[in-house]
């Protein structure tokens, strides 16, 4: 082969390898603007309420806040540490005191986000719900919905994305969030894939 040939094929890898990093460097980008932009429905009313744990207690606060706001009649917390306790989350996540005491169940199973499809599709099916709210970190949504959806196919899921210490928004100027943004991606791309 001369040493031309060589230097073509060289060049043609070069570029192929510029276009697949450009494709995913695009990609990425248009992950993070659709979390950035996604917003809670306002009207948004279910049977119950599923909140992912994570996002320092800001995604079970959210769950409780609307349960008291009568969006749904209990609230599934997903994927709690067997370490914590019911008062080590209301510490955490404070919220109406009387919701805590009536409509609040926790979940110890889940450790994944396939654990917490697993753990809720149980518990709605228990309860003969028909439509949930889910509610997790903005960056976080597009995944969780459709390995929840996978898990109960029949169960209408509304998205609640909430703005955790993980921001899509300042991914260029907040390590931490550049770091959570893209790996929750590379999940997501992942799961599509699947």
């Known amino acids: ?26 990609d990425f980008l248009l992950f993070t603007q659709r979390a950035t932009g996604l917003k809670p429905d306002p009207a948004a009313h279910a049977d119950a309420i599923v909140a992912l744990t994570g996002g320092s207690g800001l995604r079970i606060a959210e769950g409780v806040k609307l349960v008291a706001e009568g969006r749904g009649e209990r609230l599934l ?5 067997p370490d914590v306790t019911l008062q080590d989350l209301i510490d955490l996540a404070g919220g109406d005191a009387q919701v805590w005491a009536c409509c609040v169940d926790l979940g110890y199973v889940a450790e994944t986000t396939l654990g917490n499809a697993d753990e809720t599709a149980a518990w709605a099916y228990e309860h003969d719900y028909d439509e949930l709210i889910v509610v997790t970190s903005d960056y976080h949504m597009a995944r969780s919905l459709i390995v929840l959806e996978e898990a109960m196919p029949d169960i209408a899921l509304t998205p609640w994305p909430v703005r955790t210490v993980i921001d899509p ?19 997501w791309r992942v799961t599509t894939l699947e």
């Open 1 to 26: 082969m001369s040493r031309r040939r060589r230097k073509g094929i060289s060049g043609f890898a070069w570029l192929l390898a510029l276009i697949v990093l450009g494709a995913l460097a695009a």
């Open 77 to 81: 917390i997903s994927g709690v540490n």
């Open 169 to 187: 928004s300042r991914i260029w100027s907040h390590p931490k969030s550049l770091k959570g943004v893209f790996m929750e991606w590379a999940k």
